[in-house]
């Protein structure tokens, strides 16, 4: 199986590349950074722009990927129209070049919850997305487009639909990440809703549903949701982090105070029964291991 990655470097690329290798896929990995990691010991690695088909074009057409996985969006967490429309831009003109390969038979795209019109209870994969603000539109416009092409050259797509992911390398200004920062250093959180829910899922899980969706080739299509299937507090985040760095709730309990008269107005969780039913998939890491993971790479970096 011949799988190219766009963003194969970043903090989903990484464990993806990672899994992919473990199950024997030969792999290509797009990246603009020439800082290339050793993680992904078996990627031929094509330093590109997915903007310019100038800076890809040869090699791509060389390697005749079975598969290609599209997971690079830069410069997040900017969802301004100027970076999404340059994002949605950029996609389009990646996918118009490997949609006319003869050997690309299935697409694989990393969507975001964000889409999801109404974001209370359980979300499920037939549910309307509708636009929101500028990210969102650009993710849909990016989706709608590329159902029409890849239906009218026999492409199977799978638009993999992440929740609040989460894990090693991610930005350090994302939720998780910069609670353990803080606990680490003895700090209050800086938490801007402790008490809204959200449903978090582990990086490596999200990379085994990938994997997953690789190898159930053009079978299946459609929208997939890759979550946890829980909305978790983010009160209980920080209390599970708490407890794990400082062997006491003591920061918590503070966080807790200070939020005392504010209400929580998000709870949404995904319901991923066409990954299950199609992939054979569902998360597996507890909100507790993945937290101890991430912050056991934090404390190595």
């Not at 194969?8 to 290798?21: Q, R, T």
């Not at 074009?57 to 997971?71: W, Y």
């Not at 997040?76 to 429309?85: A, K, N, Q, W």
Request: glycine residues 8%; charged residues 25%.
């Amino acid at each position: 199986m011949r799988v190219l990655v766009t963003g194969a470097s970043g903090f989903l690329g990484i464990p993806i590349v990672d899994a992919l290798g473990r199950a024997g896929a030969k792999i290509a990995g797009l990246s603009r950074s020439a800082q290339l990691t050793k993680d992904g010991s078996k990627v031929d690695w094509i330093n590109a722009d997915i903007g310019k088909p100038s800076t890809f074009g040869k090699a791509v057409e060389a390697f005749a990927p079975e598969t290609i996985i599209h997971l690079a969006w830069s410069d997040l967490p900017d969802y301004s129209f100027d970076t999404s429309f340059a994002n949605l831009a950029r996609s389009m003109e990646f996918m118009s070049f490997v949609t006319n390969l003869e050997s690309c038979r299935n697409i694989l795209v990393a969507g975001s919850c964000w889409e999801i019109t109404d974001r209370s209870g359980p979300c499920e994969e037939n549910e309307e997305a509708r636009s929101t603000n500028h990210f969102t539109w650009s993710k849909l416009a990016l989706y709608s487009w590329l159902e029409m092409e890849c239906r009218r050259r026999n492409i199977s797509l799978k638009w993999m639909r992440i929740f609040y992911s989460y894990g090693p390398r991610q930005r350090s200004e994302s939720l998780i990440p910069s609670i353990l920062d803080s606990l680490g250093k003895k700090e209050l959180p800086k938490i801007k809703t402790p008490l809204h829910s959200n449903d978090f899922v582990y990086v490596d899980d999200i990379a085994e549903a990938f994997v997953r969706a690789v190898f159930a080739g053009p079978s299946g299509t459609g929208v997939f949701h890759l979550g946890s299937g829980f909305a978790t507090p983010v009160i209980e985040v920080c209390r599970i982090a708490d407890e794990l760095i400082n062997g006491s709730t003591e920061i918590t309990q503070q966080v807790e105070c200070d939020s005392h008269g504010t209400e929580g107005t998000s709870s949404f969780w995904a319901d991923s029964t066409r990954s299950k039913n199609n992939l054979g998939w569902s998360s597996s890491t507890s909100l507790t291991e993945g937290i101890d993971k991430t912050w056991r790479w934090m404390k190595r970096t």
